[in-house]
């Protein structure tokens, strides 16, 4: 299902003071065009210098690990996390934030008066199409005890195990990221600390701005002149901080968040191996766009372009004719040189039957990956059926490789094939394949 870009209608505005600085801000959030994304401005310094979510290199942290902040310029933005976990929770995809000073403002300690007013604002759906990541592999990263990983999945989904020293901090909670749950169940959670770590702050210059109104501290016998509006209020902050974090990407993805006592460092780390993997894979879709006519072929580099197969295993040299998606003909020159002939047998070479089985799998791959819907996979060999061998091949035969896609979808192929020597049948079979990233 297709989901437009969204912005919000009109602007908002809030003022307050950053948590850790203390500073007064007033942010001001602003509607932006389709595939503008969203960006931060410091309205205070000279030119105005502005940040994109996206750019890695921009994100940053503080050495206590108690907040994540963007380069703007020669300044910085502190404490960004509750801004961009509700345009993530929201789904806003276009956005224009300003700010006269440099941390966001904490408000109650949570993204609610953010929600609120971005809400109250109009979120607008705009005319493009909404652009994921989906989480390919499996990436994890931990320190000291603490862990974060994300796997595929088919939406985003962040599971949290909260373990502090304190016997109301040891919680867990799950929560798929919709707008609706964000709004209930996320949005509100406050941020909290222990009272001695409320004390170590105080003494390094951080919490400036922070009270028992707007942060959650847990004493020996319980939240400090303060209620709390979960049970496990605590853990689904660290929810809240964990889609923050990982929105600043600049695009929403699909994957399942599993998280073990992790922070925003910890948080941080993982980002930079997502953004990793999405480079990696839209390198891969950017592989040539072959399509071959008779009297065009394909070379090897443009066959090794698309299937990851290597000496002593690539059996194919050329591809003569191809319909991508559909079928192709492709030849495999057989030398003695070959690497198999040294056990296949010594006083009578003879070609496996086996790798013309090979041989016309990887033409099939080529096939296949080379449509836009296949680009960047990988197949693998599941089935093979009526298969039959009429002729051997031996040094110095030419064998000439004819496939025709049968079935096609995205995870699952068949084909027919057949290879020939000087016309005649050497090897037939039907295939099934399985394709991956």
């Not at 307050?16 to 931060?40: C, D, M, Q, S, Y």
């Not at 994300?150 to 985003?156: D, K, L, Q, S, W």
């Not at 962040?158 to 867990?172: D, F, G, I, N």
């Not at 004493?219 to 923050?244: M, Q, S, T, Y």
């Amino acid at each position: 299902m297709s989901v437009k870009q969204r912005t919000i209608a009109k602007e908002a505005a809030l003022s307050g003071v950053g948590l850790h600085t203390g500073h007064k801000v007033h942010i001001v959030f602003k509607p932006a065009a389709v595939n503008e994304g969203v960006r931060f401005v410091r309205t205070d310094l000279p030119e105005k210098p502005s940040v994109r979510l996206g750019d890695i290199a921009s994100i940053t942290g503080g050495d206590a690990g108690r907040y994540s902040a963007l380069k703007v310029g020669t300044g910085l933005i502190y404490t960004v996390e509750h801004v961009v976990a509700v345009l993530a929770g929201l789904g806003i995809d276009n956005i224009l934030v300003e700010m006269d000073h440099d941390e966001a403002p904490g408000l109650d300690g949570s993204a609610l008066e953010y929600l609120n007013a971005l809400k109250n604002a109009g979120i607008v759906e705009q005319d493009a199409q909404r652009t994921y990541f989906e989480i390919k592999e499996p990436i994890a990263v931990s320190h000291n005890g603490a862990s974060v990983m994300i796997v595929p999945a088919e939406n985003f989904k962040v599971s949290y195990a909260l373990e502090y020293p304190h016997p109301m901090l040891r919680q867990t909670v799950s929560a798929v990221m919709t707008p609706e749950i964000f709004e209930k169940e996320i949005a509100s959670c406050r941020t909290f600390c222990l009272k001695e770590e409320a004390d170590a702050l105080l003494a390094k210059g951080l919490g400036q701005g922070a009270s028992t109104d707007n942060t959650l501290v847990f004493g020996p016998d319980g939240v400090v002149n303060n209620k709390l509006r979960f049970p496990d209020e605590a853990a689904r902050h660290k929810v809240l901080d964990c889609l923050g974090d990982l929105y600043l990407l600049g695009l929403p993805f699909k994957g399942h968040v599993f998280a073990f006592k992790s922070g925003h460092a910890l948080n941080r780390e993982l980002l930079k191996k997502i953004a990793e993997q999405k480079a990696k894979y839209e390198a891969k879709r950017e592989a040539p766009r072959l399509e071959a006519k008779p009297g065009q072929p394909i070379d090897v580099r443009g066959i090794m372009s698309l299937i990851p197969h290597r000496y002593p295993f690539l059996l194919v040299d050329r591809i003569i004719e191809m319909e991508s998606g559909k079928r192709a003909v492709a030849i495999k020159n057989v030398t003695m040189n070959e690497a198999f002939f040294q056990g296949h047998f010594p006083d009578k070479p003879v070609m496996p039957g086996v790798l013309m089985l090979e041989a016309m799998a990887q033409v099939v791959a080529v096939t296949l990956l080379s449509t836009d819907a296949m680009r960047g996979k990988i197949g693998f060999y599941m089935s093979a059926d009526k298969v039959k061998f009429r002729r051997v091949v031996e040094p110095g035969d030419q064998v000439v490789i004819e496939v025709e896609i049968t079935r096609a979808r995205t995870r699952i192929a068949q084909a027919k094939g057949v290879c020939k020597v000087n016309g005649e049948v050497a090897c037939e079979a039907e295939m099934g394949f399985a394709f991956g990233e």
